[in-house]
Every structure is written in structure tokens, then in C-alpha cells.
């Protein structure tokens, strides 16, 4: 019955879909665990993100060329972006990048998603110290991985009971969820 078709409500397990048009460029790229707060579009149809994943921090990236910036260069040493600095890099990069629009990036599966976290990781316990993991250390990983920071916090915790040497995870004396540690790796 047409009816039935028209009437169906949403279940929980289906994923929401909003499409939200930016009918000057056309892009409607929603990769999973990443609020695209910004597009900007060059003359070529080059499309800089800015986003955000797990904190206030933004990232720009770029799906023409390699461009990809968490930290702004314009302040102090290591300063994360802010939504507005983050914008006028974004616009900046497009009115000046060259690059043609390559096709955005295809959601890995979950062995090759699982296999990049697990290689970001041990890359961070090539240190001379341990270290404090957060889920924002990822940020600029996550047009790459695509995945929510529930499933990130899943595999760290698995990771961690099979990797003792590399990483920890402890339940937060303050909060419902973990507090992560990268071991010095030992050499
Ligand atoms: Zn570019």
C-alpha cells in the first residue's frame, strides 16, 4: 500500500540522512563522527572543509589538494584553531589553492579503519615519554577514518587490552569514560 510507504517513521538502527545543499557547490559530504561546519568553494569547484570531531578544535582540509592544517601558524606555537581563524584559512587556502577536485575520500572498512588507529597509536609511542592520549589527538585523522568517536573509544580500550606495552586504559575517576596513556615504546 502506497500509504505504508509514505508513513513509515525512522527506526532507531537507521542512520539519520540530512542533506543540507550548498547549491554553489554542490557538495553534501557528511563523513560519519565529523560536523563539516564550513565549505568553501574555489573557481575550479575545489572544495576546503573546515570541521570538527570530539572538541571546539577545527580543522581545514582540503579535497582538491593535500592541505590539511589543525594548528594555526599565526599565533603562538601548537595553538589549535578556533571556528573563526579556521574560516579565514579555509578561504584563504581556496582562493589560492590550484588543485583540481579529487573524489572526496571512500569510507574505509573496518579492518583498514582498525589498522590506521592502531598505526597512528604506536606512532605516538615513538616518544621519549608517555604520554596523554585524547580522542582530539585524532582530529586530523578523521576525514580518513570516518568513524565515531564511540567507535575510536571501543577499539582504543581493545587495543589497549591486547597492547599493554603501548597503550592504557583506565576508567575516568572523573567522568563515565576512559583516560588514555601512549607508553613509551621501549627500544
Ligand atoms: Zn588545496
Not at 508513513?7 to 539519520?16: G, L, M, Q
Not at 581563524?85 to 574505509?108: T, V
Not at 568513524?147 to 597492547?163: C, D, V
Amino acid at each position: 500500500m502506497a500509504s505504508t510507504l509514505f508513513s513509515r517513521t525512522r527506526t532507531r538502527t537507521e542512520p539519520e540522512v540530512i542533506t543540507e545543499p550548498w547549491p554553489e557547490i554542490g557538495e553534501t559530504w557528511k563523513p560519519e563522527g565529523v560536523t563539516v561546519a564550513e565549505r568553501y568553494a574555489n573557481l575550479v569547484g575545489t572544495v576546503v572543509l573546515v570541521y570538527n570531531a570530539d572538541s571546539c578544535y577545527h580543522v581545514i582540509a582540503c579535497l582538491g589538494c593535500h592541505y590539511l592544517a589543525s594548528t594555526d601558524n599565526n599565533r603562538s606555537y601548537d595553538t589549535r584553531y578556533g571556528l573563526k581563524d579556521a574560516s579565514k584559512a579555509a578561504n584563504e587556502h581556496a582562493s589560492i589553492c590550484r588543485a583540481l577536485p579529487r573524489d572526496i575520500p571512500a569510507r574505509p572498512d573496518e579492518h583498514a579503519a582498525r589498522a590506521r588507529l592502531h598505526t597512528w597509536v604506536v606512532a605516538m609511542s615513538r616518544r621519549d615519554e608517555d604520554r596523554r592520549l585524547h580522542l582530539s589527538d585524532f582530529d586530523s585523522g578523521r576525514l580518513i577514518l570516518q568513524r565515531t568517536n564511540e567507535w575510536i573509544e571501543t577499539e582504543l580500550r581493545s587495543f589497549a587490552a591486547g597492547r599493554p606495552d603501548v597503550l592504557t586504559a583506565t576508567p575516568s575517576e572523573y567522568s563515565p569514560s576512559f583516560d588514555y596513556k601512549v607508553l613509551r615504546l621501549a627500544s
